[in-house]
């Protein structure tokens, strides 16, 4: 099986100064244009592997993929050695979470990869007011519990939990409200899945500092686990990689001193499919225009 896999891969993308990175990308990418069904995820699996990525992160927003489905699309996936990263995309906080991270464990189980479950840390508990700024402390504690326990449940099973930061501030406003480091500070086992832009996003609650940033993630050590690789220009983010207001290079310089090991290129969808993959390979070019990236 191995044998057949290298054979259909004709190219392999890899970090320029990282050579142990894996270079991937979030179906996020398709999902305007693609439904998420075997069909479709099938073809993404093997335009991952033709164009030399290592690795995809299935995104299934309510982990709605059935057991036979992720058993066909794991094999699919074995054959072209591509692994997989699952992600649900739905908060702790929200009340439906329970049941469909239980399914996204559940599923996460039957691919092959590193054993990695994603989800949002925020999200529903913004969406109703326009003017919240970060977590209440009754918020964070419920937050802290919900993800810890998510993640002592994935670790019994060999996976590991990790969220994203969405639109919630990356730091605090003291007692005033509660951001990203807060819930970091206060939890032992839940990772992080770094978004390079969604924290200097118009989205965001509180806009970051690039260098405040910069100078904290290197205090997650081991918990930061996985980067999207999305980028944003004067706070919208783009379809394409492009500069950002915390740079790549910076990024992936951290990601090489922490052995942060997946580089994900997660863009914003469009609704055509044709021009998503031609956004994919634009911005590969950019990333080998910058000497990021090499074959």
């Excluded at 702790?92 to 949002?120: H, Q």
């Excluded at 500070?185 to 832009?197: C, K, M, Y």
């Excluded at 706070?235 to 740079?247: F, I, K, R």
Aim: charged share 25%; net charge negative.
């Amino acid at each position: 099986m191995k044998e057949e896999a290298s054979n259909h891969r004709m190219k392999r993308l890899s970090v320029q100064d990282h050579p142990d990175m894996l270079v991937g990308f979030s179906t996020q990418d398709f999902q305007s244009a693609m439904p998420i069904d075997v069909e479709s995820l099938t073809e993404i699996i093997d335009y991952a592997s033709k164009e030399g990525y290592q690795f995809i992160e299935i995104r299934d927003d309510s982990a709605l993929l059935m057991e036979n489905e992720c058993k066909e699309l794991a094999n699919i996936a074995v054959h072209h050695d591509i692994d997989v990263i699952y992600e649900i995309h739905k908060n702790p906080l929200d009340p439906g979470y329970e049941d469909i991270f239980a399914r996204g464990l559940s599923n996460t189980l039957l691919f092959p990869g590193p054993g990695i479950l994603r989800t949002l840390v925020s999200k529903s508990e913004f969406d109703a007011d326009p003017t919240k700024k970060g977590w209440t402390k009754k918020e964070l504690d419920a937050l802290i519990k919900a993800s810890e326990d998510s993640a002592y449940e994935a670790k019994s099973k060999n996976v590991r939990f990790i969220v994203e930061n969405f639109n919630k501030p990356f730091f605090g406003g003291g007692t005033n409200y509660f951001g990203l480091s807060d819930f970091f500070a206060n939890t032992a086992l839940t990772g992080l899945q770094f978004d390079i832009s969604n924290p200097f996003r118009n989205t965001s609650r509180q806009k970051a500092d690039p260098s405040d940033v910069a100078r904290y993630l290197p205090a997650l050590k081991d918990r930061w686990v996985t980067t999207h690789f999305k980028t944003a220009i004067a706070g919208e983010a783009q379809p394409v990689l492009t500069d950002n207001p915390l740079t790549i290079e910076e990024v992936t310089s951290l990601m090489g001193r922490q052995n942060v090991l997946y580089f994900t290129l997660e863009l914003m969808g469009v609704k055509d499919k044709q021009q998503c993959f031609i956004n994919h390979s634009a911005s590969i070019q950019f990333l080998k225009d910058r000497r990021i990236l090499r074959e």
